[in-house]
Nanobody, 126 residues
Framework: QVTLVESGGGLVQAGDSLRLSCVAA????????MAWFRQAPGKEREFVAS????????EYADSVKGRFTITSDNPENTVYLQMNSPKPEDTAVYYC???????????????????WGQGTQVTVSS
């Protein structure tokens, strides 16, 4: 069984930095694409960032491009989301996600996600 466990959320001031981590277990981490999504109160869950199985291709939502960076560490079975210059509108529960298919390039739709983490709250104060 695949499990995803996020950590690193909390309260941060606008303009500061925060790094989220997601540790995956239950299968060979390096063979699958990984992604981060988020959900703010009263809103639908939305795509944030994605990284391919090889780590060589990344995708970002326009709202975070240039501020957030997704990376993966295969020996540690961990994917990270570095959040620089966060804004109050980035406040949400952040979810780690992955899919069933091997050798994935990107995960940008919630319908492509097969496994979700439990989420970690990020609150950005102004």
């Amino acid at each position: 069984q695949v499990t995803l466990v996020e950590s690193g959320g909390g309260l941060v001031q606008a303009g500061d930095s925060l790094r989220l981590s997601c540790v995956a277990a239950g299968r060979t981490f390096s063979q699958y694409a990984m992604a981060w999504f988020r959900q703010a109160p009263g809103k639908e869950r939305e795509f944030v960032a994605s990284i391919s199985w090889s780590g060589g291709r990344t995708e970002y939502a326009d709202s975070v491009k240039g501020r957030f960076t997704i990376t993966s560490d295969n020996p540690e079975n961990t994917v990270y989301l570095q959040m620089n210059s966060p804004k109050p509108e980035d406040t949400a529960v952040y979810y780690c996600a992955t899919e069933m298919s091997l050798w994935g390039i990107a995960i940008i739709r919630t319908t492509h996600v097969h496994y979700w983490g439990q989420g970690t709250q990020v609150t950005v104060s102004s």
